[in-house]
């Protein structure tokens, strides 16, 4: 009898902790902060962290690294059992949010890269832009993606799912989030989940969850490696020049500093000289300087 008393106990005991565990881990995933009385895998191709729970399964979708807060990832699921229960995080965006897409005069057959980082790429497809309209203030989409990569995640999630195929989800506006009806295309492929924002009725492009080595311009940072050597030397040097400017270092360095971008996407990880970004056209001068490049501006007038 007492066997059956200890065992009778474990029971009752596995049943208490199993659903005050899921209850516990739940109100800290709907409040932004990982759940604790979990077993916790990461698989690294597909960038989904799952943790398993005595009576519930949950993952999320990591954008950048496994410790950063769960505000930061998307695609979240909490399942109890067989009970699937959604989990809503406040993001930056407010319900209220009006999605603002401006229409090519004219339109190709070919998507454009519009936004990229090392998690997301972004393609626009007959649209010259895109900007958010919250509280009567209209932001630049790009610039709101630079700052908060997850708005986008805030974008599909105010659109309604109406399709996938084995390369891709399909998502439409029905709820007047956007100003002008628009598609998007999500790949669902193995290092491939990018993003195509296309106008409404739009079908689906041969270009369309291909791989494209097209980002370098917005992954790639500099790497100087002069580290101020001669920095105190006053002898200017013109590492660059156009139809109106001379473009100068201080000192000599233009052979110390490389464009870098890692590894990402099937692309390996890649390093230019200065010299040759500049001539091959990799980047312009003004993207450079965007990206921290410090160089003098000399006129030729």
């Avoid at 070919?110 to 010259?128: G, Q, T, V, W």
């Avoid at 370098?216 to 580290?227: G, R």
């Avoid at 030397?233 to 110390?256: A, Q």
């Amino acid at each position: 009898m007492n066997i059956l008393k200890l065992i009778r106990n474990v029971i009752l005991f596995v049943l208490f902790f199993g659903i005050f565990s899921a209850i516990f881990d739940y109100s800290r995933m709907v409040k932004g902060k990982l759940p604790i009385f979990n077993m916790s895998s990461y698989d690294s191709y597909k960038h989904i962290q799952s943790f398993k729970g005595i009576f519930y399964n949950a993952s999320r979708l990591v954008k950048v690294d496994i410790n950063e807060p769960l505000e930061k990832s998307s695609n979240l699921n909490f399942t109890v059992l067989i009970k699937k229960i959604n989990i809503s995080l406040d993001k930056d965006v407010s319900s209220n949010a009006v999605f603002k897409p401006v229409r090519s005069n004219s339109c190709s057959n070919i998507s454009n890269l519009y936004y990229a980082d090392l998690d997301k790429k972004i393609y626009s497809y007959c649209f010259d832009g895109f900007s958010i309209i919250n509280d009567s203030k209209e932001d630049d989409f790009f610039n709101s993606l630079k700052n908060d990569n997850s708005i986008i995640d805030k974008l599909i999630d105010n659109m309604t799912f109406s399709g996938y195929s084995n390369s891709f989800l399909v998502y439409r506006s029905t709820n007047g989030y956007s100003s002008t009806d628009i598609t998007i295309y999500k790949c669902n492929l193995e290092n491939n989940n990018d993003i195509y924002i296309v106008p409404s009725g739009t079908s689906y492009m041969s270009d369309f969850c291909t791989y494209k080595d097209d980002d370098f311009k917005f992954i790639s940072t500099i790497d100087d490696q002069s580290n101020d050597v001669g920095s105190n030397v006053n002898n200017p040097e013109v590492f660059y020049e156009d139809n109106l400017y001379y473009y100068t270092f201080d000192y000599p360095k233009k052979d110390k500093i490389f464009i870098v971008s890692p590894a990402v996407r099937l692309t390996p990880a890649r390093s230019f000289s200065l010299e040759d970004v500049l001539k091959l056209n990799l980047l312009t001068i003004d993207e450079l300087e965007e990206k921290g490049l410090k160089f003098n501006k000399v006129s030729k007038q």
